[in-house]
């Protein structure tokens, strides 16, 4: 499987084409190709970044209903920590102990942010 940047909203192969191995460190075998990055393709994501926020999309959102999609965003993760420390453990070679330990807290800090985002309202 091949697997690009995401920009904008969508996957895209990096702006040269390159690709490179993810290796799985255990056994050699190669798990996928993703998109090398080159400096064009920050460019790009900067820029629809930029876009995005200058659209008031996000920027401009309630922050209750920024705590909303941040809640359901941890929501979701945590639902799927498993499967992502799994892949994560084939790709790094790390424990997957480890790795769910690890994941277990982006929930978390997702969950912290929507606090906050409450914080804000009327400010």
Not at 5 to 27: C, D, M
Not at 38 to 60: H, I, L, M, P, R
Not at 67 to 86: F, G, P, Q
Request: proline share 3%.
């Amino acid at each position: 499987a091949n697997y690009g940047h995401f920009i904008g909203g969508k996957e895209v192969q990096s702006s040269n084409s390159a690709v490179f191995p993810v290796e799985n460190p255990a056994t050699g075998e190669i798990v996928c190709h993703v998109a090398a990055g080159t400096e064009q393709d920050v460019e790009n994501a900067v820029q629809s970044a930029k876009s995005a926020f200058d659209s008031g999309v996000w920027s401009n959102l309630h922050p209750r209903e920024r705590a909303r999609v941040l809640n359901k965003a941890a929501e979701i993760l945590r639902s799927r920590i498993d499967h992502i420390a799994l892949i994560e453990s084939t790709c790094t070679g790390r424990a997957i102990r480890e790795m769910k330990a690890q994941l277990g807290r982006v929930p978390e800090w997702l969950e912290y942010f929507a606090g906050i985002a409450i914080g804000l309202e009327g400010s």
